[in-house]
Nanobody, 119 residues
Framework: QVQLAESGGGSVQPGGSQRLTCAAS????????MGWYRQAPGKQRELVAS???????NYDDSVKGRFIISTDMAKNTVYLQMNSLLPEDTAVYYC?????????????WGQGTQVTVSS
């Protein structure tokens, strides 16, 4: 069974930092593009950042220069380091794993973790 186990969500003040962790199991990690998505109330789920097995990264413009996505290949784990957090970053964050060649049938999601930026 495929599982994406997320941790690291919580409440933080504007300007603060938070690190999200996603530990994947049941997949061949190098065959997947890993990503973080987020969904704010009343909004569509959007891609925040992604990373390939070769280390290529992609960021939404709203988080460039503030967020860093990285992986630990040996641990099948992907991280999202979030710095200089803004109230607009408040959302449920989801870990995603998408197979390079079978994305329609092998596209997996974590349960989501709430990140709240306030005060």
């Amino acid at each position: 069974q495929v599982q994406l186990a997320e941790s690291g969500g919580g409440s933080v003040q504007p300007g603060g930092s938070q690190r999200l962790t996603c530990a994947a199991s049941g997949i061949i990690f190098k065959l997947f593009v890993m990503g973080w998505y987020r969904q704010a109330p009343g909004k569509q789920r959007e891609l925040v950042a992604s990373i390939t097995s070769s280390g290529a990264t992609n960021y939404d413009d709203s988080v460039k220069g503030r967020f860093i996505i990285s992986t630990d290949m040996a641990k099948n784990t992907v991280y999202l380091q979030m710095n200089s957090l803004l109230p607009e970053d408040t959302a449920v964050y989801y870990c995603n794993a998408r197979h390079y060649f079978a994305s329609a049938s092998r596209n997996y999601w974590g349960q989501g973790t709430q990140v709240t930026v306030s005060s």
